[in-house]
């Protein structure tokens, strides 16, 4: 009889995994030894009968088949993915500059040789020519695919510029909070350049989930680092409050709302996400602290300028992780920026 599920058993080479449960955080991963595991009461072994691509469970979970990832862009997070996450999926990429990839120790798709992925994950900015957004450089890989085989789950990273930013307020709680319900309303090229980019990714792949990311930050890529470098761009522009995502906890919901999308109903998945932490801040709070972290004097207007942008919040976010971030706030991420250096940069670093 196998244990319950979400329990572990009390053999540690058995092990339950719980279809609804979230990517693990933290923890020991089990080896790839463990050969059995109970998916809600059925018994698998790495060959089957699961059907699907299990990535693990809190903490204590057995990696069955990895999840087969195409990732369009040889992107910051598609590559923290690949190197990160590399016991719960492999990640083949579209790029244009194949060879710069390869190098560094990443994949790249071989084309109709390469094995057909479970998801697709489009991490390609909106491309445009003077303000009119171009066709999607992947169209004709993406309609391809899509047509041989229909049932893989798609993602599109957008971002959170497709809301309007030209909120002013006093103090920072007058400050408005927009969640996935919020309208649209984009005030800059960027932003309606983004809501474009999405309306042609849902014509390409009409079941595609997106994901609208805030600022994306993590090893080799923070505001802390730059500061660090004595790059002060961009500091003039006032108190604004930001909101933001630890690259880590992006692919950990990219993850989860991945295989959600192979699992569920199209009605029982979000198919709109925020990517965002739990503390959008303004630039005064974030800029006092780092000052204060990295014994520096941040140059600008944002001491006295008033509050202005708004918080975007998430209805989904934090279920889809499992109830926990890993980084729930700068106050946690920008120190593992600066301890984590650039691991990001190449696969090989990490042997
Ligand atoms: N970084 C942020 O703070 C932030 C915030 C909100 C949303 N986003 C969006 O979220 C997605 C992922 O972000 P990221 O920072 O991980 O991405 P990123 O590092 O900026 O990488 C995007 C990738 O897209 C590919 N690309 C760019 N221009 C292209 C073109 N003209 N034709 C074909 N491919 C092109 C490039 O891959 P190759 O060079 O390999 O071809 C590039 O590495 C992006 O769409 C980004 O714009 C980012």
């Known amino acids: ?165 030209d909120f002013v307020s006093a103090t920072e709680s007058e400050i408005p909070f927009l969640d996935e319900t919020a309208p649209t309303r984009p005030d800059s090229d960027r932003g309606r350049l983004r809501l474009e980019l999405e309306s042609l990714f849902l014509s390409i792949a009409p079941a595609a989930s997106i994901i609208r990311c805030a600022g994306i930050y993590g090893p080799g890529r923070c505001l802390a680092l730059r500061f660090q470098r004595g790059d002060f761009r961009k500091t003039d522009q006032g108190n604004r409050v930001v909101s933001r995502i630890h690259v880590h906890d992006l692919c950990r919901l990219i993850l989860t709302l991945g295989l959600r999308s192979l699992e569920l109903d199209e009605e029982e998945r979000p198919r709109l996400v925020h990517a965002v932490d739990e503390d959008p801040a303004p630039r005064a709070e974030v800029y006092s602290y780092l000052e204060e972290l990295l ?16 918080q975007i919040r998430s209805l989904f976010a934090k279920g889809l992780l499992g109830g926990r971030y890993r980084f729930p706030s700068y106050l946690e991420g920008f120190p593992d920026c600066i301890g984590g250096g650039s691991r990001v940069e190449s696969l090989k670093s990490k042997s």
Not at 101 to 106: A, C, K, N, P, Y
Request: charge should be positive; hydrophobic fraction near 30%.
């Open 295 to 310: 014994g520096i004097q941040i140059p600008g207007d944002w001491r006295t300028d008033r509050p202005r942008g708004r």
């Open 1 to 165: 009889m196998p244990p319950s599920p979400g329990l572990q058993g009390e053999n540690r080479d058995q092990w339950i995994l719980d279809r609804h449960s979230s990517i693990f955080t933290t923890g020991v991963i089990p080896a790839k030894r463990h050969r059995t595991a109970w998916v809600n009461g059925v018994e698998g072994t790495d060959r089957g009968p699961f059907r699907r691509p299990y990535v693990g469970i809190l903490g204590c979970g057995e990696v069955k088949n990895l999840m087969k990832i195409l990732c369009l862009g040889g992107s910051f997070t598609g590559r923290y993915l690949a190197s990160h996450f590399a016991d719960s999926c492999r990640v083949e990429f579209a790029s244009r500059a194949p060879r710069s990839l390869q190098d560094r120790g990443f994949l790249v798709t071989q084309g109709a040789t390469s094995e057909p992925p479970d998801l697709i994950l489009d991490t390609v900015p909106a491309i445009h020519d003077d303000g009119t957004l171009r066709d999607h450089p992947y169209k004709t890989l993406l309609t391809t695919h899509l047509a041989a085989h229909p049932t893989t789950s798609t993602i599109h990273l957008s971002s959170t510029s497709v809301y309007a930013s």
